[in-house]
């Protein structure tokens, strides 16, 4: 069994926990707060990362990492393109979501730059709702790592008082991702809670 030390609370822990739960894969999730790490979790993983999964009694982090290395041992069902071409733009919106997206995230939520990070936040979002209009997912018509990396940012952005609703192919995109079954068995108490009120 798959065991999975989660930030109940991280999109970075979300992302892994969608991966998982999409993969249908039995796991133990531990769930840790980052600031208090345990010491026995500290042997395992020095760099005190989450989210760190332990799977044949190797360890892994960084988030990317982890939903890579989940999709090539459990292949079913695919989160990667099939082509080359496909997989390297995913990677590449991968990487630009993880430099651009959950910084302005990490800022809003932190209480910094508040006005410049939200006006960042909606220039992202106004120019994904374009990018949207011409495909169901972000690398076209199938769902893959760049749609679990973005997932988690999109599911808080109403938690943070962000308006989508000028965006009509933003919220349809946000709709698709947050129906699907995998989604809702990934949310940790603390992230059901947040639509709630």
């Known amino acids: 069994m798959i065991k999975l030390y989660s930030d109940p609370r991280s999109p970075d822990s979300h992302r ?113 709702d374009a990018y949207l209009s011409r495909q169901e997912y972000f690398i076209g018509d199938q769902y893959t790592l760049a749609d679990v990396t973005i997932a988690p940012i999109l599911y808080r952005l109403q938690p943070m008082g962000v308006d989508t609703s000028r965006w009509g192919n933003l919220e349809a995109y946000m709709d698709r991702l947050f129906e699907r079954p995998a989604f809702e068995r990934s949310l940790s108490e603390y992230e059901q809670m947040l639509h709630e009120f």
């Open 16 to 128: 892994t926990r969608i991966v998982l739960a999409e993969k249908e894969l039995p796991v133990k999730v531990i769930e840790l707060e980052p600031d208090n790490l345990p010491a026995d979790f500290l042997e395992l993983n020095p760099y005190g990362k989450l989210p760190t999964v332990i799977d044949r009694d190797i360890v892994f982090f960084e988030p990317s990492v982890v939903n890579e290395y989940l999709d090539e041992r459990y292949p079913h069902p695919a989160l990667k393109p099939g082509s080359p071409a496909e997989r390297a733009q995913m990677r590449l919106a991968v990487l630009r979501i993880e430099e651009e997206l959950y910084p302005l995230y990490e800022d809003i939520a932190a209480g910094r730059d508040t006005e410049g990070a939200r006006e960042k936040l909606n220039d992202y979002l106004k120019t994904l």
